[in-house]
């Protein structure tokens, strides 16, 4: 009896992280909160023209120092979200495909793909994504290529696993015997059975995904000034730390709260596929 209601109670909790997760995403992506406090200056002496105000004053960050514009600088969480989601999609989408080709292709092939695979998977992520950035001018183009590049043997990885698991069953062998071609197999019966686990990988690297870019640009190798991202504005609210501490804290809050809901989310979508990722 205990073991049931503590089922129960873990089903239910987690469903409630998801709803959780899912409202965070929500509320920043439609008005999410922009920091006004750590804009970065159109010239570099204006921050002594006025002192910055604390929170409330206009807004929940405090006043933008002065030649500090929203319009001209943009919305942080755009540029976070819009990173968060293409770099696990389009890692899946490369990733997903090729491990499909090697897993289906088999022989030399694949062997051949493994091996690269290997030597990506080795690279450390973030020398890799340092390096390739700067290489690459820093930006969130390169932000995105690099950790492309870097995540997409991963999915090439778990998705082969998956489709050597199919192709060996029973409803495969059946298709291919009445003369279904392997484009046909591949599309409309094995690739709908391998994309619970690659959503649910997709939205947990979300939040990866998140963090990567605010270390990025708070080292000077992501989003370039004047435009607006939450790790940059964390870098640049340090010469006010002791006077104005919400420079910093406020979009560090807010990285917090959006890896949270990723992992709420990605923990939801794993108990409700009934996805473990390993």
Same mark, same amino acid.
């Given at each position: 009896?205990?073991?049931?209601?503590?089922?129960?109670?873990?089903?239910?909790?987690?469903?409630?992280?998801?709803?959780?997760?899912?409202? @965070?995403?929500?509320?920043?992506?439609?008005?999410?909160?922009?920091?006004?406090?750590?804009?970065?200056?159109?010239? #570099?002496?204006?921050?002594?023209?006025?002192?910055?105000?604390?929170?409330?004053?206009?807004?929940?960050?405090? *006043?933008?120092?002065? &030649?500090?514009?929203?319009?001209?600088?943009?919305?942080?969480? $755009?540029?976070?979200?819009? %990173?968060?989601?293409?770099?696990?999609? !389009?890692? %899946?989408?490369?990733?997903?495909?090729?491990?499909?080709?090697?897993?289906?292709? /088999?022989?030399?092939?694949? $062997?051949? @793909?493994?091996?690269?695979?290997?030597?990506?998977?080795?690279?450390?992520?973030?020398?890799?994504?340092?390096?390739?950035?700067?290489?690459?001018?820093?930006?969130?183009?390169?932000?995105?290529?690099?950790?492309?590049?870097?995540? %997409?043997?991963?999915?090439?990885?778990?998705?082969?696993?998956?489709? !050597?698991?199919?192709?060996?069953?029973?409803?495969?062998?059946?298709?291919? =015997?009445?003369?279904?071609? =392997?484009?046909?197999?591949?599309?409309?019966?094995?690739?709908?059975?391998?994309?619970?686990?690659?959503?649910?990988?997709?939205? +947990?690297?979300?939040?990866?995904?998140?963090?990567?870019?605010?270390?990025?640009?708070?080292? &000077?190798?992501?989003? *370039?000034? #004047? +435009?607006?991202?939450? /790790?940059?504005?964390?870098?640049? &609210?340090? =010469?006010? @730390?002791?006077?104005?501490?919400?420079?910093? %804290?406020?979009?560090?809050?807010?990285?917090?709260?959006? +890896?949270?809901?990723?992992?709420?989310?990605?923990?939801?979508?794993?108990?409700?596929?009934?996805?473990?990722?390993?």
């Amino acid at each position: 009896g205990r073991a049931v209601y503590l089922v129960e109670f873990q089903r239910l909790s987690t469903a409630h992280a998801g709803i959780v997760g899912h409202q @965070i995403v929500c509320i920043v992506a439609q008005d999410g909160p922009v920091p006004n406090g750590v804009a970065v200056l159109q010239h #570099p002496f204006s921050q002594y023209a006025h002192r910055p105000s604390p929170p409330g004053h206009p807004g929940p960050s405090g *006043k933008p120092r002065a &030649g500090a514009h929203r319009a001209a600088r943009g919305r942080p969480e $755009s540029y976070t979200l819009a %990173a968060a989601v293409m770099i696990p999609v !389009l890692a %899946a989408v490369l990733g997903g495909a090729l491990g499909i080709f090697s897993a289906w292709v /088999g022989g030399v092939v694949d $062997s051949l @793909i493994q091996r690269e695979t290997d030597i990506l998977i080795s690279l450390p992520d973030i020398l890799f994504a340092l390096v390739l950035s700067a290489l690459l001018g820093g930006g969130l183009q390169s932000i995105i290529v690099a950790y492309v590049i870097l995540w %997409a043997p991963i999915y090439t990885r778990i998705v082969r696993a998956q489709v !050597l698991v199919e192709k060996s069953k029973a409803y495969v062998e059946a298709a291919i =015997s009445i003369g279904a071609s =392997s484009s046909r197999v591949v599309l409309r019966h094995v690739t709908p059975r391998i994309l619970s686990i690659v959503l649910v990988k997709v939205t +947990t690297d979300m939040r990866t995904a998140v963090m990567a870019l605010a270390f990025l640009s708070f080292v &000077g190798l992501g989003v *370039k000034p #004047p +435009t607006a991202e939450w /790790g940059l504005m964390i870098s640049d &609210g340090r =010469s006010f @730390i002791s006077s104005a501490w919400w420079f910093s %804290a406020f979009p560090a809050v807010f990285i917090f709260l959006l +890896t949270l809901s990723f992992s709420l989310l990605g923990d939801f979508l794993a108990d409700r596929l009934n996805v473990e990722l390993r």
